[in-house]
Each structure stands twice: as C-alpha cells, then as structure tokens.
C-alpha cells in the first residue's frame, strides 16, 4: 500500500477522514470526476443525495480496480455537491456508507467539499474526483 493516512497532533480529528495522506508509491492515478451514472450512462437516484454519492464512490471504486487500485491508494477526494448547505450532511454521509458497506471498505483520505451551482446536467447533484498513488 502506498498511502498512509495520518492525522497529526494540532489538527482537529474527523470521523469521516484523515488530515494527510503520505505517498510513497511510483505511480499517479487521477479519477475523473464522477457522477451518478451507472455502466450504461443512465443517472441513478434522481433527485436522492444519498443515492447518487452511492453511485459516485462505487464508480471511484470500478475506476480505481480497473487500474489495479482500490480505495487504500486514495491520497485525495474531491466532492462537489449541488447547492451545498449543511443539513445534507447526514445524506452525504448515507451515501458514503452504504458505499462502503457494500465495497466493504473504509474510504477515509484527505478529503473537500465543495458546494457548486450546477453539475454537467440538472439531474446530478454530486461529482467525486480522486488522485490516487500505486506501486
């Protein structure tokens, strides 16, 4: 594994991810942002948080083993989300869940989030972009 995650003394610690990642790996992978499309292009969970940051960490995770990574070569995620306030928060954190419940992982890396007016089309309400680093 190429990254560790670390949260140093000084920074606040957050329950849904570390301060800083470290890589040593050799290889950069960048994930282009993703949306709730499944494999055939149609959006899934239209109009449902929840749902579509599902699909968008389960698409980060086909995009990453088609590469021959996973989420522990994670060094950074980026989450835009659509009119952003903070009472999303429990839905975002929904989505991640059930994303990892059902990869069985524990996506954890340094993380933003960003609140955006508008995605590609009206029907996505969120995009997830990774870097990522591998052996």
Known sequence: MAI???N???LPEID?????SVA???????????VAWDGEGVTVGEGDLAAQVEQCY????TALA?????FDDVAKL????????PDKMPLLLEGISRAAGKMKVTPAPPATLLGVAALDIPEHLVEIEATAVID
């Open 78 to 85: 980026t989450v835009y989300v659509v009119d952003w306030t």
């Open 24 to 34: 040593t790996g050799s290889k950069l992978v960048f994930i282009a942002g993703q």
């Open 8 to 10: 140093p003394g000084g």
């Open 16 to 20: 849904v991810y570390r301060q800083v």
């Open 58 to 61: 389960l698409n980060v995770g």
């Open 66 to 70: 088609g590469v021959g990574a996973s």
């Open 4 to 6: 560790t995650l670390v």
